[in-house]
């Protein structure tokens, strides 16, 4: 079985960071998808493919891989270069503004 390790990405619907911090082990498909004639559905018969851990930390995940034999690959996830300063919308109204707000 072959699985891979990484941190997954903030969703794009949402500017928060929740769900990012743990580490995910999801199992890499082994068949390929199938698509059924009537309905259009598509369907696989591999049922690991369906399986997603979820771990505190990575090495969590790496040594839960290498006791139960997964050949499991490690993705690093990419930082942002540029750390952004989150703002709340009532900073548009701050008396410590640089710059005038008006409609």
């Not at 259009?40 to 493919?49: L, N, V």
Request: aromatic letters at 12%; zero cysteines.
């Amino acid at each position: 079985m072959r699985a891979r390790i990484y941190q997954p990405a903030k969703t794009a619907m949402s500017s928060g960071f929740a769900k990012t911090k743990s580490w995910v082990l999801e199992f890499v498909p082994e068949t390929a998808r199938s698509v059924d004639p009537l309905m259009g559905w598509t369907s696989s018969s591999d049922t690991q493919a369906q399986v997603k851990m979820q771990f505190d930390t990575k090495e969590a995940a790496v040594e839960y891989a290498e006791d139960h034999g997964i050949d499991a690959q490690v993705f690093e996830p990419k930082r942002r270069k540029h750390n952004v300063r989150p703002k709340g919308y009532a900073e548009n109204f701050s008396y410590t503004r640089r710059s005038v707000w008006t409609h």
